[in-house]
């Protein structure tokens, strides 16, 4: 069996059970300046914004008043796959694994596209 295949699974079988964010080293490609900001929530005491990527079934999540700003970005929001959250900042992994910080991120994010799909299709 390919090894990176059995990973895959594994991690979808794991993140069924707790949704362990999933730490990426591209910071690179994480931009949440100039995206529509859809929503604001408080999570585990913080503000946290939800904005709008172009033509991806992705929230880019960041801080309000908090530096660094960038979360990461919850993925697979079209149902599709499972919805997972991608750190792109290692600064907040504490925060985001403390208590139910990550499955309320993945949650205020699904609520975020259903209302913003809702608002589009009339």
């Known amino acids: 069996m390919n090894p990176m295949l059995h ?10 059970f707790a949704p362990e964010p999933i730490l990426t080293n591209s910071r690179g490609d994480f931009e949440y300046t100039g995206l529509p900001i859809l929503a604001r929530e408080t999570v585990g005491g913080r503000v946290v914004r939800f904005a709008h990527v172009p033509n991806r079934p992705r929230l880019r999540l960041s801080f309000e008043a908090i ?8 993925c697979g929001l079209d149902g599709f796959t499972a919805a997972e959250l991608w750190m792109c900042e290692p600064v907040h ?8 910080n990550s499955a309320d991120l993945i949650d205020a994010a699904r609520r975020t596209w259903a209302a913003h799909l809702r608002l589009c299709e009339g």
């Open 7 to 16: 990973r895959t699974r594994r991690r979808r079988f794991l993140v069924g």
């Open 67 to 74: 530096d660094p700003a960038a979360i990461g970005s919850v």
């Open 93 to 100: 992994l504490d925060w985001v694994r403390h208590g139910t």
